[in-house]
């Protein structure tokens, strides 16, 4: 079950995604990493779909992550760029080609060498305080450094690190949400409501989606799509290893080959987010000069 909780949450967040960019990309600028964005878009019915969508894919999201371990889930949601590309390609009347058909062989292919030469399991979650907060804190810092360097770069640029942001901050969320369903599980929905993950979850889900519809009205989705999908699983994979307990598989063939999962997976995710079929509506044309945001 956790397999198919995991596509159907790629499936749905891919769908999103595409619906929310078509909608956010007639948003004015001046709303740019403002939570006044989202206001705006709350009236419009397209980016309520996308919401829709996206919600559903979370939910499954959940799911998954309630049935295995953060590592090994992580690597299948990054594949709503294949969904995405489906809606992209329909919308724009593109076929896929030689580079969409070898950015979907990598990008599967390398989810598939990932959890092959990984095995990843769940483990001993007796990490420890210091090193909890220590990769929470990191992870978040990382997030802040990447917004504090798109607002000082050309507007041009903001686009894949605003979206990179929201991918670390979604894929913190999906660790702090696996500490939530555990929680739940074990001790009551009560004993959940009383602990401080809940609410963490809330405000990152929110952020990251100011941020994300940042990304989208800023420009066209194949800036910023493939820099989210890349981010969210290898933010969510540093959680599970660093402070989750999750083990994978460290002979040297073993990492030989996650190392080459992952460097697919990424590879795949850039040659998608390319692709001709990928909307390239927007305000700006990406190559086009831009003034200094921020």
């Known amino acids: 079950m ?8 790629a499936c749905l967040l891919g769908l999103g995604f595409v619906l929310q960019q078509h909608a956010a990309r007639s948003a004015p600028l001046s709303d740019m990493l403002s939570f006044r964005l989202l206001l705006d878009l709350v009236k419009v019915p397209l980016w309520l779909s996308g919401i829709g969508c996206m919600v559903a894919g979370q939910i499954f999201s959940v799911l998954a992550l309630s049935q295995g371990d953060l590592s090994r889930v992580e690597p299948l949601l990054a594949t709503n760029l294949l969904f995405a590309m489906v809606l992209a390609r329909w919308l724009s009347g593109e076929r896929l080609g030689l580079s969409g058909w070898a950015g979907v062989l990598l990008l599967s292919g390398g989810v598939a060498a990932f959890i092959i030469a990984g095995s990843p399991h769940s483990g001993p979650d007796d990490t420890g305080s210091l090193r909890h907060w220590l990769v929470f804190g990191g992870v978040l810092a990382v997030a802040v450094l990447l917004v504090l360097t798109a607002r000082h770069v050309r507007l041009v640029k903001e686009p894949p690190l605003l979206a990179a942001a929201a991918g670390v901050l979604y894929g913190l969320q999906d660790a702090l949400t696996r500490v939530s369903s555990s929680l739940a599980e074990e001790h009551g929905i009560g004993r959940m409501l009383m602990s401080w993950e809940p609410y963490v979850i809330v405000v ?18 194949r800036m910023s799509l493939p820099a989210l999908t890349a981010a969210e699983p290898l933010a969510g994979i540093a959680c599970g290893i660093g402070f989750l307990g ?35 509506g927007g305000h700006r044309d990406p190559e086009e000069a831009a003034p200094e945001c921020g």
């Open 204 to 221: 990152l889900a929110v952020t990251g989606l100011m941020l994300v519809q940042s990304a989208f009205e800023a420009g066209p989705l």
């Open 2 to 9: 956790l397999y198919l909780y995991g596509v159907l949450a």
């Open 246 to 280: 999750d083990r994978i598989r460290v002979t040297p063939a073993a990492l030989a080959g996650e190392f080459a999962g992952l460097a697919a997976v990424v590879a795949g995710v850039f040659l998608l987010g390319r692709h001709p079929a990928m909307p390239t």
